[in-house]
């Protein structure tokens, strides 16, 4: 099967998702925030803190080039991953983009009780994630091969909303 590079919003299910694909189809999973971590041996908060988000986001362009050769992957990539073009492009030459979408409301509740995304600390509110969700809309529904929706849905009916999609 090609790769599967899952797109979205944060707390759209990428992480969830990506699990399941790896125990039903045995796929590959890499999941890109983690490549990050582990290549700055520090958690995501720290880079951002210590560094800033443009230093944050240099890794995440690295970290996908690097993808190169993988197969049957899933690749679960951050919220911002494709805010770059060039990222955009490189996730194109290996893998079918599929993006996860999901209301604010949702999303809020899905995230609300964690501490470990930067962007959203501070900004824990259904008005920030419409805002943000809003201006980055256009980049993800023009990175993305197919859309599924999840609000609602369980991960069984995303993923199988996801493989007819891909097979279309
Ligand atoms: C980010 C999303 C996060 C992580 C970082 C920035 C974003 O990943 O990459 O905190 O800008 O949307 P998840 O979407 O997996 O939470």
Redesign the pocket.
Known sequence: MKNIALI?????G??TVSRYLKHAFGMEEID??ER?VEAEGRP?TEI?ANYG?PY?RDC?SQAIVKLGNCRNAVI??????V?RKENVENLKKISTIVLLTAEPQTILER?KDSD?????NGNMNVEFIEG?MAK?RRIYEEAADVIVATDGKTVEEIVKDLMEKIEE
């Open positions: 979205g919003f944060m707390g759209t990428k992480s890109v925030d990050i995501i951002f988000e944050f995440e679960s990539c951050g919220g911002g991953a805010i995230v470990e995304r930067p962007i959203l943000l980055r």
